[in-house]
């Protein structure tokens, strides 16, 4: 049973959406969401609506952890002090960036699955591995991709903005995996807490991804969720101290796909 602040999503107990602005319509699953033919201008539009929305949920997140874990250790919460700062700075960049292509806040449904999960799990140990280390991680793989997408349609603008923002990303990673190793070598039962994190992203995730075939509310026939793995962002995932057995095994998982012909190649091997 849901208590307040919680809700029930398919017999999980996740943290109930954060406050938005009226104008928004927060949706649940990604075929809610509106994802349109890509070289649109729709599609560029709803791509830089949709990341401005989840800069506005990494910032929650991150003010969620001040608030709620207090005897972190100092430095961890300087961390996430600067954390919410590069991410308010982002949501500033998008929105300027959304009005000058025409667009407005609230154009586009919006999703919060990120901060539902993460802000409903207990330990911050297990917040970090979920937000910084996996959602933000993942997140470092599609923004390069779509960086690059842009600046191959001519969006030289919207290319500068993603590419500096992942340079702020790559921080927000690197920290959370140098305090993750920190808080497990002082207390082993943090790595029960983290196995508990990843395993909730997984059976949620499995409850509400998309289907193959499934329609969204553009009637735009979506790609099933098993099959729209981003490109690997082998470079900077190194920079965000990933080591190379992980690397590999996120290869593993995608397919061996990568932005860099030659890191899929020595992958492969």
Not at 26 to 52: F, I, K, Q, S
Not at 144 to 159: I, M, N, P, V, Y
């Amino acid at each position: 049973m849901s208590t307040i602040g919680y809700v029930d999503v398919e017999g999980f107990r996740l943290r109930a959406d954060p406050a938005r602005d009226d104008c928004f319509k927060v949706v649940l699953r990604d075929a809610d969401m509106h994802e349109y033919p890509e070289g649109t201008e729709l599609a560029a539009r709803e791509t830089v609506h949709r990341h401005m929305s989840n800069e506005i949920t990494s910032l929650d997140i991150a003010a969620q952890c001040l608030v709620e874990f207090p005897d972190a250790p100092w430095e961890l919460r300087l961390e996430l002090a600067r954390q919410c700062w590069d991410e308010a700075r982002h949501v500033q960049v998008l929105y300027r960036r959304l009005l000058e292509m025409g667009g407005h806040k609230g154009e586009f449904p919006i999703a919060t699955f990120e901060w539902m999960i993460t802000s409903a799990l207990d330990s911050i140990v297990a917040r970090l591995a979920t937000q910084n280390r996996t959602f933000e991680a993942g997140a470092m793989d599609v923004v390069k991709s779509l960086a690059r997408g842009f600046r191959s349609g001519g969006d030289e603008e919207t290319s500068a903005v993603l590419e500096g923002i992942l340079a702020d990303e790559i921080q927000h990673v690197r920290f959370a995996n140098r305090w993750i190793k920190r808080l497990a070598q002082q207390d082993r039962r943090s790595l029960m807490q983290m196995a508990k994190a990843v395993r909730l992203i997984a059976d949620v995730n499995g409850k509400l991804a998309v289907r193959k075939g499934e329609v969204n509310a553009v009637g735009k026939e979506l790609t099933a969720a098993e099959e729209n793995v981003p490109a690997v962002n082998i470079e900077d995932r190194k920079l965000a101290e990933f080591s190379d057995e992980e690397i590999h095994e996120i290869l593993r998982q995608a397919g061996f796909r990568s932005l860099v012909e030659d890191d899929r190649a020595e992958a492969s091997v």
